[in-house]
């Protein structure tokens, strides 16, 4: 199992502060560096203020040498596909093919609000994310004209450039949708991910994704099946409750509900997930301040869990 962290930017992190966590990531060896994509902070006041996913990632592009890079999730919302596919395509160039782009429909109404960007209703969400996938995908693989007519992004004759420096930077696709997200993992995912949901809902929900791959005749094994669980990890109770009240959480709510407890703990629940299908671990980490909690993680977990 691969462990890749995770980070919540608009909760609060200066570029610098994203930096320090990729390189140090970097350094102990994670399989990449994931940022959100969100304009409004979450029950905080999110000083300095939010932060660009794709200007942030190609920051550190550059600032970095080998650790791979993505967003988790990137709003369909916030861009156009057209646009959106050129800055990812740029980023990728930028790294050297380390870039892969998570993107899901958009939920988070009250940032849409306050920064002018309109939020239609959960279906018309849904198709304007799919014309994205189509768009996107389609660019990045075309090797003449591309022409697409989508319900509400349509591209007529585009020469579908820049092109990225992989033949396809991955795409993840997340959530709990039943039918229409299963759908769309099928058809467009390279990774299928599930935020912050327990071992029984993981594995109905793998399950529905692999059903949609074997509808549509594609083999579900090609899929990454991945989650993403908030982190709290410490060598002791004392440590554990600190880490736990940086973050705003309880530590026995987080050892029901995260990645959280001593070392050996987290090692048994990483591989029961494993055991579920998951094939790679997201930790979201929101203390970016706490180096010390990564030096752990890579020490003690790491090794035990595969990658």
């Known amino acids: 199992m691969e462990l890749r962290i995770f980070t919540e930017p608009q909760q609060g992190a200066t570029y610098d502060d994203l930096l320090a966590v990729a390189l140090r990531a970097e350094e102990l060896g994670f399989g990449a560096f994931f940022r959100s994509d969100h304009y409004l902070a979450m029950g905080t006041d999110g000083m300095p203020g939010p932060s660009d996913a794709w200007i942030t990632l190609a920051g550190l592009a550059r600032d970095t040498t080998t650790i791979r890079l993505g967003t988790m999730m990137t709003s369909a919302t916030f861009r156009h596909p057209g646009p959106l596919a050129i800055s990812v395509a740029g980023v990728d160039a930028m790294s050297g093919g380390r870039v892969e782009l998570g993107i899901g429909a958009g939920w988070y109404e009250a940032e849409h609000t306050k920064y002018g960007i309109p939020f239609p209703s959960t279906g018309e969400r849904f198709d304007r994310f799919e014309d994205n996938l189509a768009i996107i995908t389609g660019l990045w693989a075309t090797e003449g004209d591309f022409t697409y007519a989508g319900k509400h992004y349509s591209v007529t004759d585009s020469p579908g450039l820049p092109k990225p420096t992989q033949t396809k930077p991955p795409v993840l696709i997340g959530g709990l949708g039943k039918k229409r997200t299963p759908a769309l ?113 890579a020490a003690e977990v790491m090794p035990h869990v595969g990658g």
């Open 185 to 297: 993992t099928a058809r467009y995912a390279d990774e299928f991910n599930l935020p912050f949901v327990d071992e029984a809902t993981t594995a109905a929900q793998f399950a529905r994704v692999r059903t949609a791959c074997e509808q549509v005749e594609r083999d579900p094994d090609d899929l990454v099946y991945s989650n993403a669980l908030v982190l709290c990890v410490a060598g002791d109770e004392r440590e554990l409750e600190r880490r736990a009240q940086r973050i705003g959480r309880d530590k026995d709510e987080l050892r029901e509900n995260g990645l959280a407890g001593t070392p050996d703990e987290v090692v048994a629940k990483a591989r029961r997930y494993a055991d579920l299908g998951s094939q790679r671990l997201y930790l979201q980490v929101l203390d970016l301040a706490d180096l010390e909690h990564l030096d752990l993680v």
